[in-house]
């Protein structure tokens, strides 16, 4: 039996949105629907600690709107790509609020947690794509290694570990945050970091 959507047909926007529910998130790059497996306990802790802290520092604040893992960004148009991060910020002054279909353009910070399975080519892709559709920073978190990876540009990556200190005061005023509370405690405790 053929699936409900045909893939070589799927590649609207609008179409990722009428999608019937099938427990999975669903991404379509360039035109190409994809699934998004479910992820794994870690990944969804850190992803969760991730959003907290973010959401937390910009409501006190009233610098924009935080997102959800479950929201798509239009990226491109013909063939159309929408991509949703595991968390994002859109800075005040973007209509970020919209009843109905994806938020059109990027955020202005991505944040992605890796998965086990994730290759770093595709995650890199990915982090790329975010830079050239607009995105101001992507920040990508490794749960298992504990280290992140900070993208301001395609071209230049900096990684961060232990003690280090995510500096994302450019993009979200005055957020900075020691790397170490993104990780929930037990896995702090295990990889010998604070």
């Known amino acids: 039996m053929g699936s409900m959507v045909d893939n070589a047909k799927l590649t609207r926007a609008e179409q990722l949105l009428e999608l019937p529910r ?3 998130r669903h991404e379509l790059v360039e035109g190409e629907l994809r699934a998004m497996s479910p992820a794994g306990a870690r990944h969804g802790a850190v992803a969760a600690r991730a959003l907290m802290l973010l959401m937390q520092h910009v409501e006190e604040r009233g610098l924009g709107t935080v997102f959800a893992a479950e929201t798509g960004f239009v990226l491109a148009r013909d063939p159309d790509t929408v991509r949703a991060p595991d968390a994002a910020f859109v800075r005040a002054g973007r209509d970020a609020t919209s009843e109905r279909g994806f ?3 990027p955020p202005d910070l991505a944040l992605e947690v890796l998965s086990p399975g994730d290759a770093f080519g595709d995650v890199e892709g990915k982090a790329v794509g975010w830079l050239r559709a607009g995105c101001g920073l992507v920040v990508v978190l490794d749960p298992l290694a504990c ?3 900070v993208y301001r540009d395609p071209a230049d990556a900096r990684l961060l570990s232990g003690d280090d200190v995510l500096d994302a005061s450019d993009i979200v005023p005055g957020w900075r945050v ?3 509370a993104f ?3 037990a896995a702090r405790r295990s990889d010998g970091s604070a």
């Open 147 to 149: 280290r992140a990876t």
């Open 183 to 185: 990780w929930p405690p």
């Open 22 to 24: 099938d427990g999975q």
């Open 103 to 105: 938020f059109e353009g």
């Open 178 to 180: 020691p790397l170490a």
